[in-house]
């Protein structure tokens, strides 16, 4: 884990509606956005991030000592390798996994301030754009590759695979218009809701949606073979 430090970042970006994607305009799977806007500040604590997404090694360490339920993933060669981060797992299962390391899922303003590093920046690694060099996307691969393939994808705080490889669970329920009344200090996100966010993109992704201000949701029972995630710690 890198530890990420407390203080002030600015959240979001400053796209408005008329610039969305025209995919996500009409998308029924996309029950997010508009809003990425506004772009706002956010003050967090200090706390710690995993470095990498959660591999298939780790998961099976916990399967076996916990009884827990095989991910979906580990039904296809592509995607059970052990340095290949888990995929196929619900929102509830990552929860619970991160629980057990005695860790917690991200919220969502901790997953863009890891991502976003010190600088006002696009992308984790800088404002250059994406390309094979920095990460796993546009299904150029067709499958995840193992977590800390890409030096230089990493964020300021040496965080890997922010962006690409696969999107990943937070804690935050999603409610389109949070930004617009989010608290400043540690934002939990909605109390309630029907849809989990997921951040970063994927392999399957295309350049356009691996900026990392990029919101998407999905139910939390969704075991996709692009969604995995990281867990992260608060400080005592």
């Known amino acids: 884990m890198v530890l990420i430090p ?35 500040e956010v003050y967090l604590d200090d706390f710690y991030i995993d470095i990498y997404e959660v591999t298939n090694g780790a998961y099976a360490k916990y399967v076996k000592e916990t009884g827990g339920k ?3 993933g580990w039904n296809s060669p592509n995607f059970k390798e052990p340095k290949q981060p888990v995929v196929g797992i619900a929102w509830k299962e990552a929860v619970k996994f991160c629980e057990w390391q ?34 796993n996307y546009n299904e150029d691969i067709k499958k995840t590759t193992a977590v800390g393939s890409f030096e230089n994808g990493k964020s300021d705080y040496g965080v890997y695979d922010l962006s690409g490889n696969v999107a990943e669970w937070v804690s935050d329920w999603h409610f389109p218009e949070y930004y617009l009344f989010s608290p400043k200090k540690n934002p939990p996100g909605p ?27 999905t139910t939390p029972v969704n075991r996709s073979t692009s969604i995995g995630f990281r867990c992260t710690k608060s400080l005592p």
Do not use: C
């Open 6 to 40: 407390k203080g002030l970042f600015q959240m979001g970006s400053i796209k408005s509606m008329l610039e969305l994607r025209p995919h996500d305009l009409f998308n029924t799977d996309r029950h997010t956005l508009g809003p990425e806007n506004p772009a706002h």
């Open 191 to 217: 109390e309630t809701g029907k849809y989990k966010i997921i951040r970063g993109g994927s392999w399957r992704h295309n350049a356009e949606d691996v900026d990392l201000t990029y919101r998407n949701a």
């Open 70 to 72: 095989k991910p979906m």
């Open 102 to 135: 005695n860790k917690r899922l991200p919220t969502e303003a901790e997953w863009e301030k890891a991502a976003r590093g010190k600088r006002s920046v696009k992308y984790p690694w800088g404002n250059t754009p994406p390309d094979s060099n920095k990460l």
